[in-house]
């Protein structure tokens, strides 16, 4: 078992859906594993699960976190090993809808499991609803996902101060599906317009790459790696502390 570790609790967040939270929470846990960390993902999106299938083990789902905060299964129960991908494990959300409004409840899962992983990764809903206070409650850290159009950085905007008010200040950017021959043409913002519109500081850029639209079945034993799974490897390194620079196509 690890030793408690302090921040190593980050809900991955953003305005709006389809910005790339669940790809980052997946991607992020794969690289985070093969630093020999020791990752839970949370999959908080009731009724619209996906980091199961991404991860290529839904068969194997039987209970989900609601059950745990509602007494109906141990941890044990409900938390997945992720086959071929050695310390990485998942608690799926719920198939129904309403199923997750315990804060509090989150909170104390949350602080229990953190002291048995190197890093929990909470992937929340979109929205700036009950769901996505659900999924900050038992968070000491937030990765925001942005996409460089001016709808995403609005939203990334918001939910950061939305952070700051909810007392989590320890928020980092993720700028994802960056595309450089947008920002030439006029058409994305630039990198230093992101951050200065988020007031986040950035830890990583992810390159618009469809070949993480794929299931990430092989766990991170990459045949091409392609410079975004390239970008999650740096990002995993920043969140572990070192020292290793941005990825930018
Ligand atoms: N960097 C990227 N490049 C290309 N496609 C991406 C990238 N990140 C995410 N996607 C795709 O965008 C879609 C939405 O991603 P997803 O992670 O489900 O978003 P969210 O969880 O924020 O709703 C998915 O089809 C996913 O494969
Ligand atoms: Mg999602």
Same mark, same amino acid.
């Given at each position: 078992?690890?030793? &408690? !570790? @302090? ?8 305005? !709006?859906?389809?910005?790339? !939270? ?5 991607? @992020?846990? #794969? ?7 020791? /990752? ?11 980091? %199961? ?9 039987? *209970? ?5 905060? !509602? ?15 050695? =310390? ?8 129904? #809808? ?9 909170? *104390? ?7 048995? $992983? ?7 809903? +979109?929205?700036?609803?009950?769901? $996505? ?5 038992? +968070? ?14 609005? %939203?990334? +905007? ?9 007392? &989590? ?8 599906? $960056?595309?450089?021959?947008? #920002? ?7 990198? %230093? ?9 950035? &830890?990583? /850029?992810?390159?618009?790459? *469809?070949? @993480? ?17 390239? +970008? $999650? ?9 070192? =020292?290793?620079?941005?990825?930018? =196509?």
């Amino acid at each position: 078992m690890c030793d &408690i !570790k @302090l921040n190593n609790v980050y809900v991955i967040t953003s305005g !709006k859906g389809g910005a790339g !939270k669940s790809t980052v929470t997946a991607h @992020l846990g #794969v690289q985070l594993t093969k630093l020999n960390k020791r /990752v839970l993902l949370i999959d908080m999106d009731e009724g619209l699960r996906s980091l %199961d299938l991404m991860l290529n083990v839904s068969s194997h789902t039987l *209970f989900d976190v609601s059950d745990i905060i !509602k007494g109906n299964c141990t941890v044990n129960q409900a938390v997945i090993p992720v086959r071929q991908c050695q =310390n990485l494990y998942l608690l799926p959300a719920p198939v129904t #809808v309403n199923s997750l409004n315990s804060p509090k409840g989150m909170k *104390f899962l949350c602080d229990s499991l953190s002291k048995y $992983f190197d890093y929990i990764l909470i992937d929340s809903p +979109a929205g700036v609803g009950k769901g $996505f206070i659900n999924a900050i409650s038992g +968070a000491n850290g937030a990765l925001v996902v942005v996409n460089s159009d001016p709808i995403s950085i609005r %939203d990334g +905007a918001y939910v950061a101060k939305l952070l700051r008010e909810n007392h &989590i200040n320890n928020s980092r950017l993720i700028i994802n599906k $960056f595309e450089s021959k947008l #920002v030439k043409k006029g058409v994305f913002y630039n990198i %230093d317009e992101t951050i200065d519109a988020t007031t986040l500081q950035l &830890i990583g /850029v992810v390159p618009n790459d *469809f070949e @993480l639209q794929k299931t990430v079945d092989n766990c991170g034993e990459y045949i091409n790696t392609t410079p975004a799974i390239e +970008a $999650f490897e740096r990002i995993a390194r920043r969140l572990a502390g070192e =020292n290793c620079s941005l990825l930018v =196509n």
